[in-house]
């Protein structure tokens, strides 16, 4: 229900290596590129949707969403694709995975059943399936969690307030807080990488455009004006770059740019979509 919600890019740490999600073999498989676009290769075959890559932040695993056995589910495999394992087994969708930096847990969207409704959560679990925990509870729809580096908070976006906007809150779910107040919407957080930004995307000025600000929410920022629409942004692990898809040049690609908004440049070329990328810690 909520799969296409919201658009995801990963990279490598070391800038080497970029995640993201293609349609250009018929379904959105998710595909592995060098960061200047180059040596772009598929890593999954599946009749079913995989979507939202997650890196581990040792680089060496990805989860990601899945609908394979009907409702989507969190999966987790080895960088090259190979050693597929089914994390959660749940009624209902479970997408958007996210790693903490221990490595130890994933937090991801879970629709579970609020009050006789079926609503979006951030939820927890070991890396080894065990423990699933509800962080947020409440009548409205929580997206797309983002660990902070130090692993002590979690950004993720709500529309609890009437429109989307972005809230942060402590591992445990207490304290949830809203950073943006905005009449337009306001959605898709991304940590930086030293702990002092978050990236997010905005509806605010008519189309979405690339933000960023202080984790107080304080410094609101655009970096992206153009008439189409910028989004998914994700932060390079050095904290340099900031990447993000565009449909600026007719259909969605992958772009990179420096983190005041300068220097945009086109990393994918095609006539297919790619989507929700994420760099290589």
Avoid at 112 to 126: L, P, S, Y
Avoid at 198 to 216: C, K, P, Q
Wanted: glycine share 8%; proline share 6%.
């Amino acid at each position: 229900m909520f799969l296409w919600m919201t658009i995801t890019l990963l990279v490598s740490a070391c800038g080497e290596k970029i995640v993201f999600v293609s349609n250009r073999d018929g379904n959105h498989e998710i595909y592995l590129m060098k960061t200047d676009g180059s040596s772009q290769r598929r890593l999954t075959t599946d009749p079913a949707t995989d979507c939202y890559p997650s890196w581990s932040p040792d680089g060496s695993k990805i989860a990601f969403s899945a609908a394979r056995d009907g409702e989507s589910e969190i999966y987790i495999m080895k960088a090259n694709g190979t050693d597929l394992v089914n994390l959660t087994n749940n009624p209902e969708s479970d997408v958007m995975p996210s790693w903490s930096p221990d490595g130890e847990k994933i937090a991801f969207v879970c629709e579970r059943d609020v009050n006789g409704t079926i609503n979006a959560e951030i939820c927890i679990i070991n890396t080894d399936g065990t423990e699933v925990l509800n962080l947020t509870n409440n009548p409205a729809h929580d997206f797309q969690p983002s660990w902070s580096p130090d692993g002590t908070r979690i950004a993720f976006y709500s529309d609890r307030n009437g429109n989307l906007d972005v809230f942060v809150m402590n591992t445990d779910g207490s304290e949830q807080t809203a950073l943006t107040t905005s009449a337009g919407e306001d959605w898709q957080p991304s940590w930086s990488p030293d702990g002092q930004k978050i990236a997010f995307l905005s509806e605010r000025d008519g189309n979405g455009e690339i933000y960023v600000m202080n984790t107080d929410g304080t410094e609101q920022t655009r970096l992206t004006d153009d008439p189409t629409s910028d989004v998914n942004p994700s932060w390079s692990p050095d904290g340099a770059q900031i990447i993000f898809v565009s449909n600026r040049d007719g259909n969605a690609e992958i772009y990179v740019m420096n983190t005041n908004g300068s220097g945009a440049t086109r990393l994918t070329d095609n006539s297919f979509i790619d989507i929700q990328p994420r760099w290589k810690p």
